[in-house]
């Protein structure tokens, strides 16, 4: 359908511990390219990032508002690891694309819960074919949730349509013990639905369909 260029930052991890750090971090399984949810010990979401693997360096690409908590989150969490932590978002534009996009020199490209990412150089800025309703409209009808509307730090993956990014056979990380208590009892709480254009509650509107967090009945 489209590329629009997202407000993103890019952190780029390097050392021989950077897999086990951020596994130990977020909730999917992190040993390849890959997007995952960083959680706060009561489970709810300080960002969902995508893990995209560069040569020796694992690039992490997160919603731009969210930059400064995240950076907190990691940074006194590495104590004596092989790790090292550097914010290149000056240097790269992030955009993301609703079909497959072909990587080409310079450009870096990832599977991502949103669809395709792409990172390129603020040199070789792409052109746009889309605008932000073209990619709301995109994301109310394949269920997507993003950051600012569905993602916030007031839900936990389960709430807002990622439960897919919760590994369920990876080891311990931060939030993980809440994340499967609820996952076990059957009580995720509540969850991200379609609800018609005009619902009062919607917290993404698309042409046709509106995204809400609700509570369904039993």
């Known amino acids: 359908m489209g590329i629009i260029q997202l407000d993103a930052y890019v952190l780029l991890l390097s050392g021989g511990e950077r897999y086990s750090f951020l596994d130990g971090l977020s909730t999917n399984k992190v040993d390849h390219s890959c997007s ?29 508002p969210y930059k400064e908590d995240v950076k907190a989150h990691l940074q006194p ?9 550097r914010d290149i978002s000056s240097l790269n534009n992030v955009y ?6 072909v990587a080409t020199q ?11 990412i792409i990172v390129s150089s603020k040199n070789n800025p792409l052109e746009e074919s ?11 009808r394949h269920l997507i949730p ?8 007031n839900v936990h993956p389960f709430n807002c349509g990622l439960e897919h990014l919760v590994h369920e056979a990876k080891g311990c990380y931060i939030g993980q013990e809440i994340l499967t208590r609820m996952k076990s009892r059957g009580k ?31």
């Not at 969490?77 to 932590?85: E, S």
Request: net charge negative; charged share 20%.
């Open 96 to 101: 993301v694309s609703t079909e497959e996009y």
């Open 106 to 116: 310079g450009i870096t490209v990832s599977k991502s819960y949103l669809g395709w």
């Open 130 to 140: 889309m605008s932000m309703d073209d990619f709301t409209d995109y994301r109310t």
């Open 188 to 218: 995720m709480g509540k969850q991200l639905i379609k609800v018609p254009i005009n619902a009062e509650d919607a917290t993404s509107v698309g042409y046709e369909f509106s995204l809400a967090i609700r509570r369904l009945p039993p």
């Open 146 to 153: 993003y950051q600012g509307h569905e993602i916030t730090s």
């Open 77 to 85: 969490r590495i104590l004596q690891q092989n790790v090292t932590i």
């Open 36 to 64: 995952t949810v960083l959680t706060t010990t009561n489970a709810k979401i300080i960002d969902v990032v995508d893990v995209i693997e560069v040569g020796e360096n694992l690039a992490v690409v997160g919603y731009g």
